[in-house]
């Protein structure tokens, strides 16, 4: 089987995910396109959804998780009225209702679910139980028991109002899934409800409008694909941050514990450290004034792009 070569490259792409593609296919496409070795993401988004999907590369993938803690920011349409099977437009309709709703209640409503709650995740999930995801086992007519998780809406607003087809925009914490809030949205009105349409906007300090197409990078040569990268640090901005001179960074690059009195840096588990040309080092935790590596990058040269070297801090914009 014919395959193109692949690089070791490392490093943050944005992409906008269309609709109807997997993130997993997603992720394969431009793996292709950037002709990168090692790939990987950072939480998926649903078919039916689209929007913003940070993809990492290389050295990046071992601070993916870094992202799926960050809170989301989305906007959604719901369809009051009717409900279905999944919660969203794939699934089979299984009610439909009158409704009689006004834009006041709909707001009084979405007002009941700001703040802090509990969840039960969805049949139609990835979530595994025994060694499969949860959506097999509903294709499959079964009914598993799942436990309710807590997850927090720090905001809910109406974007448009349409007495059918109301849309609203929310940041929520990880593990929120937007079809299990629309139809609790639905309930609350009385007239039931379903999620038709899904779009990411940001992913902790990551927005939309950063993020390319996989339209756009099939059109453009593998360096421009690769110009597109952000660095490794990209995942890391809502850490501290910390520089070292040579000696001390190559101490903590070799295991060691390094003591590091930094004014204004305070005892935390994770914080991001630098060298004295203020390349990624990696995470290490600080306690007493001391250093001490989780997760270090491999910095290595390259011609193929701007793998580990670390952009101005002003490319990365800060979540408000």
């Known amino acids: 089987m014919w395959r193109t070569a692949a690089d070791l490259i490392d490093g943050v792409l944005l992409l906008d ?11 394969q496409k431009a793996r292709r396109l950037l002709q990168a070795r090692k790939a990987g993401h950072t939480g998926t988004l649903d078919p039916l959804a689209s929007g913003l999907l940070p993809l990492t590369f290389g050295e990046a993938t071992k601070f993916s998780a870094d992202l799926l803690e960050a809170d989301k920011e989305y906007q959604a349409q719901i369809e009051l009225g009717v409900t279905t099977s999944t919660g969203d437009a794939e699934g089979e309709v299984l009610t439909r209702r009158t409704v009689h709703v006004a834009r006041e209640q709909f707001e009084a409503a979405l007002a009941r679910f700001v703040g802090k709650g509990q969840q039960v995740p969805p049949m139609h999930s990835a979530l595994k139980h025994g060694g499969r995801p949860l959506y097999e086992l509903a294709r499959d007519g079964r009914e598993i028991e799942r436990a309710p998780r807590a997850i927090e809406l720090l905001r809910l607003t109406t974007m448009s109002w349409d007495e059918r087809r109301p849309s609203f925009e929310l940041v929520c914490s ?19 409800a379903h999620l038709i349409r899904l779009r990411r906007t940001r992913v902790g300090n990551l927005r939309l409008a950063q993020a390319t197409t996989l339209s756009l990078l099939e059109a453009q040569s593998l360096s421009e694909r690769r110009s597109q990268l952000l660095p490794v ?12 001179d040579s000696a001390a960074a190559a101490r903590l690059g070799c295991g060691q514990r390094v003591c590091a009195q930094e004014p204004g840096i305070e005892d935390a588990p994770r914080l991001r ?46 979540a408000t």
Do not use: F, H
Request: proline share 6%; hydrophobic share 40%; glycine share 10%.
């Open 174 to 192: 990880k593990g929120t899934y937007v079809r299990v809030l629309a139809q609790d949205i639905g309930e609350a009105l009385g007239c039931g």
């Open 233 to 244: 640090d990209a995942l890391l901005g809502s850490l501290p941050r910390i520089s070292l």
């Open 273 to 318: 450290v630098y060298d004295a040309q203020q390349r990624l080092l990696g995470v290490a935790s600080y306690q007493n004034g001391w250093l001490t590596a989780t997760r270090m990058v491999t910095n290595r040269p390259t011609d193929k792009g701007p793998l580990t070297r670390i952009a101005p801090e002003k490319q990365i914009k800060e």
């Open 17 to 27: 995910k269309p609709v109807g593609l997997s993130s997993n296919l997603a992720l």
